[in-house]
């Protein structure tokens, strides 16, 4: 995988890839074996391109905890590598 450049200009990372998609097919690779990573979304901030990008990653998403500020929807989602079963 490529490493991550310092050009955050415009959301754009090495070769014109969006962070998000970068992270979601790295994340996986990234994991222990039975290893999970939490991750936090905001109604702000792409939460579906997120949810989208790690489920492309191969990973599946579980929402764990859901916090609607009035004003923001704060969403904390657990990733963990597909298995056989799942």
């Known amino acids: 995988m490529p490493r991550f450049s310092a050009n955050l200009s415009n959301g754009m990372m090495f070769n014109e890839v969006p962070f998000l998609e ?3 097919a790295g994340l996986g690779d990234a994991l222990a074996p039975g290893g999970r990573a939490l991750v936090v ?3 702000h901030g ?6 989208d990008a790690l489920e492309r990653g191969g990973l599946v998403v579980t929402p764990m905890l859901v916090t609607d500020h009035g ?3 704060v969403t904390i989602i657990e990733a963990r590598k597909r298995t056989q079963a799942t």
């Open 22 to 24: 970068r992270f979601g």
């Open 41 to 43: 979304v905001s109604s």
């Open 46 to 51: 792409g939460q579906q391109r997120t949810l």
């Open 71 to 73: 004003y923001e929807v």
